[in-house]
């Protein structure tokens, strides 16, 4: 299993463009959540989903974007990229049942300048 | 609110010390807990939840909800121990969603 995955690594964006973020599990777990790092900062949850088709807004979600089509890939989308959104982007998920650990991914490194 | 404080954001100790780390949470709910560690270039694993009561890697966190804390500790830390540490809170933990809410984090340095 290549467990949660991540794309890109990095990336730069400039004020106003667009972008996704990818994130694909291959361990059939329901949930799936987007993070947001700050420098010298915990991690604060941007979307979450429960399944697929269904999705929720987290503690910051304004600016962002998800979609869940299938079980396996919870895409982040950024419109109109702010320099408020350079961060580092994690993607976890977690197994059936809502309990236990939550696996992240590498994390994607934002910059919007 | 819902929040989740981690007061040092750095702790240095010598190889053979005792270690506390420490978290302290606000909720108004049953709380759920858990402490999460990230190696240098890993990524962000679980080290351990309060639900679990067990010690991982010589490490034990004990839920105290009298002083809203939930502090991690090892007798003896090793070099390897070295890493940032979250403390983090599970929300709505009944409606299965465990959405974390996560401290600022304390990196832990042991010096040899």
């Known amino acids: 299993n290549a467990g949660v995955t991540q794309t890109p690594k990095f990336r730069i964006l400039k004020i106003g463009q667009s972008m996704t973020l990818q994130c694909t599990q291959d361990m059939n777990h329901n949930y799936m959540y987007w993070y947001r790092q700050d420098p010298g900062m915990g991690l604060k949850l941007i979307y979450y989903?429960?399944?697929?088709?269904?999705?929720d807004k987290g503690e910051v979600p304004n600016g962002y974007n998800v979609s869940r089509s299938t079980t396996e890939d919870f895409p982040l989308r950024l419109e109109l990229a702010a320099p408020s959104q350079t961060s580092v982007y994690f993607c976890?998920?977690?197994?059936?049942?809502?309990?236990?650990?939550?696996?992240f991914g590498p994390g994607t490194r934002l910059t919007v300048t | 609110a819902q929040r989740v404080t981690q007061p040092e954001k750095l702790l240095s100790v010598f190889k053979g010390a005792p270690v506390e780390l420490k978290c302290n949470y606000s909720?108004?709910?049953?709380?759920?807990l858990f402490w999460y560690v990230q190696y240098s270039r890993q990524r962000l694993q679980l080290l351990l939840r309060h639900i679990s009561r067990e010690s991982i890697k010589g490490f034990t966190a004990d839920l105290n909800k009298g002083e809203t804390s939930f502090h991690l500790k090892k007798p003896f830390a090793q070099e390897e121990d070295s890493a940032m540490y979250y403390c983090?809170?599970?929300?709505?933990?009944?409606?299965?969603?465990?959405?974390?809410?996560f401290g600022q984090g304390t990196r832990l340095t042991i010096n040899p």
């Open positions: 909720y108004s709910g049953s709380p759920e």
């Open positions: 976890a998920s977690l197994p059936p049942g809502g309990l236990g650990e939550q696996y």
């Open positions: 983090a809170l599970s929300l709505d933990r009944m409606k299965g969603a465990q959405k974390l809410v």
């Open positions: 989903s429960v399944g697929a088709g269904i999705t």
